[in-house]
Each structure stands twice: as C-alpha cells, then as structure tokens.
C-alpha cells in the first residue's frame, strides 16, 4: 500500500478465487483447465473451418466466426489468472493489472451482447426477407456491423474504467471472486460509488435492455413468418436456421442476469462464482457445439475438409 495525504491506496488485491474448497482445488484446477483448452481449441478450429470452406463465407459464418473470435478473447481474460493463481498460496493481482483486467473483461463480454443482437438481426432478414437477404445483408454491411459492436463496447469499456480510476481503495483489499469485476470492486470502494453507478445504470439500459428488446422483437417476427410457411419441412428448416441462437442468447443472459442481480448479497458470492463459470468458460466453450450440432452446413464443411485432406494424402502417397 501507498500513504498519500490523508489516505491509503491499495497496490494489489487478493482474489479468494477458489481457495474456501481446498479439498476439491486439484479436481477444480483440472476440470477448469479442460475447459479451457477445449474453450480455445474448438472455438479456433471453427473460425479456420469458415475461413477454408468458401460455402460458408456468407452473412450468418462471419458473425460466427467473430462470435468464436470473442468467446476465445473473454475466456483468456480470465482463465489464465485464475489457473496460475492455483498454485499461488497468495493469489494477488495489482491495481492495474486489476483494472485491465476489467476492462478486457468487460470489453469483451459487451462484444458479445452486441454480436448476439447482430446476428438475430441477420436471423430476422433472412427469415423475414429472405427475397432482399442477399441485397440487405451486403458484405459491407456487416463489416460495418460487427466494427460496430466492437466499438460501442469499447466506449462503454472506457467509461466504465474513466469511473473506477476515480475511486479511491484503502482498503480492505480482498475480492470474493475469481477475477476483478465491477460489484466486488464497487463494494471495496472506500469512496462514494454514485457516479459509477449512474455510470453503470447507464450502460445496463443501453446495452442490457435496449439489446434484449431487440432480439426478442426479432424472434416475435421470426416466430410469425415461421407460423406462416405452409410445409412442415420448410418450418423445420426456419427453425434450425435460429435455434442455436435462441439457446446461446438464453444462457448468456440468463447467467449473467442471475449473477448481477444477485451480486449484492453476500450470502451468494460462493454462488456467484461457479455461475460466472457458466458464461465466462462453458458457454464460450459449448458455442461451436450449440452452432454446429444441428447444422448441416458445418457438417458438410467439415466432410468436405475431410475429403480434401484424404485426397491430399493419397497424392503424396
């Protein structure tokens, strides 16, 4: 800690991480490990799979792919940290290191909610519209589209750091969790928290709600044209199209809404952890999974790959 003039700064934190479950730390340092170099694998695997295969270089494969880029960015954010400090009997982190931690963390998780509002929106034309889809959804567009979504996550980024850097922490200095996020910061805090909250309040109503609404007034319209196509067939193939969106949308706002809401109360910290988990890792790891399982364009991808790599075999042979 440093002394200024009438306060004391604090110069690291302690994350507590898992460290109250030390009869299940090795079996939780495995099973989080594995996760995520699954996380990372399976996720790159299928952005060097959109970026070979030319039939899947279309509106609906580059969201995806940047979907995939971002679930290997929020997984790294944390991960790391959190395996290395397994081995540490004092798992520290600095003040700053803490701080761009956050503000990875939270750039790439409003990445996230931004993508997933674009690609119900792709979703909605494509079912909706499907005569103008291609007209509609040019590849500039979507470039503009997925900047877009970057973007405005960095800003909300900054402004969350511009507030957190005018706080003041004298301590305590210990954060119930496993990386730096903004409630158990805020709780620290031995400072008014207002304006960060305000802050906060904010960005949840312009990036929370304001995305949520979108995407479920997609689905409203998604929902009526499938209920107008005539053959079952037709139904089932609309269906397919946003399911795997309609599952990844659910688990991510749900996890993150079950925790941000319920992080006030410290009863629900040991809770809140494994939730965070949920859409810090699993999620970002089951993506491919929920995108590829009942799409037959990726398998079809992957035969092919499969078919061009035994072919590469049988000329060199």
Same mark, same amino acid.
């Given at each position: 800690? @440093? ?37 990372v694998?399976w $996720? *790159?695997?299928?952005?060097? =799979? ?5 039939? *899947?270089? @279309? ?6 792919? $940047?979907?995939?880029f ?11 940290k959190?395996? &290395? ?9 600095? &003040? ?50 997925? *900047?877009?979504a ?12 511009c507030? =957190?850097?005018?706080l003041? &922490? ?16 805020l709780n620290l ?13 904010? *960005? ?18 998604i ?27 659910? #688990? ?8 941000? #809401? ?7 910290? @040991?809770?809140?952890r &494994?939730?965070s988990?949920?859409? @810090? ?13 009942? $799409? ?22």
């Open positions: 800690m @440093t002394v200024g003039r009438n306060i004391t700064e604090i110069t690291y934190f302690i994350l507590v991480g898992f460290s109250d479950f030390p009869r299940i730390l090795g079996a939780l340092f495995l099973i989080f490990l594995v996760i995520f170099i699954t996380t694998t $996720n *790159l695997c299928l952005i060097i =799979l959109i970026r070979m295969d030319f039939h *899947l270089h @279309t509106p609906m494969y580059f969201f995806l792919s $940047n979907l995939s971002i679930d290997i960015c929020y997984v790294t954010s944390t991960a790391p959190m395996l &290395f400090n397994f081995f540490q009997k004092q798992q520290m982190i600095t &003040f700053w290191g803490c701080m761009v931690q956050y503000f990875i963390f939270s750039t790439v998780g409003l990445s996230d909610a931004c993508l997933l509002t674009t690609m119900a929106y792709d979703r909605y034309i494509a079912i909706c519209k499907p005569l103008h889809y291609s007209s509609i959804m040019s590849p500039s567009l979507c470039v503009r589209m997925a *900047l877009g970057y973007i405005a996550a960095l800003f909300a980024s900054v402004s969350q750091l507030g =957190l850097l005018q003041h &922490f004298c301590g305590p200095n210990v954060i119930n969790h496993y990386f730096c996020d903004m409630p158990q910061l805090s031995c400072t008014d928290t207002f304006f960060v909250q305000v802050i906060l309040a904010m *960005l949840t109503i312009t990036y929370g709600i304001v995305n949520i609404l979108i995407i479920m007034i997609s689905y409203v319209y929902v009526i044209s499938i209920i107008k196509i005539t053959s079952a067939k037709g139904r089932s193939k609309a269906f397919n199209t946003c399911s795997s969106h309609m599952i990844a949308v659910s #688990l991510f706002y749900i996890s993150v809404i079950y925790v941000y #809401l319920s992080s006030s109360s410290a009863s629900s910290s @040991t809770s809140d &494994f939730v988990i949920l859409y @810090t890792m699993v999620i970002p790891m089951l993506n491919p999974v929920i995108y590829s399982l009942r $799409n037959r364009e990726i398998k079809d991808a992957l035969k092919r790959l499969q078919k061009k790599r035994r072919c590469c075999l049988s000329h060199r042979l």
